[in-house]
């Protein structure tokens, strides 16, 4: 849950790792500051946060994450919340 925007080409991006069992067309990625703000959000499971607002770096700190999505296998609705870390 942490990765490090840095571009030294090691974990700059947050992104889920899905194996299966979800539908890539119902998807949504948001993640949240610690006001409760969204500064990123997307509906293409395969594009990861590279930790940036409004084009700049966030600082670093603990972000709220939400994931929306349904199952490949059925119409139910999954959502899933977390947190990630960021450090430069």
Request: charged letters at 25%; proline letters at 3%.
């Amino acid at each position: 849950n942490t990765f490090t925007p840095d571009d030294d080409a090691f974990n700059q991006y947050f992104k889920p790792i899905f194996t299966a069992g979800f539908d890539p067309y119902d998807f949504n990625l948001k993640i949240f500051n610690r006001w409760g703000e969204v500064i990123w959000e997307s509906n293409d499971a395969e594009v990861g946060w590279d930790g940036t607002y409004n084009g700049k770096l966030v600082a670093d700190g603990t972000y709220a994450w939400k994931i929306e999505f349904k199952t490949a296998y059925s119409d139910e609705r999954k959502m899933v919340n977390g947190h990630v870390n960021v450090m430069k």
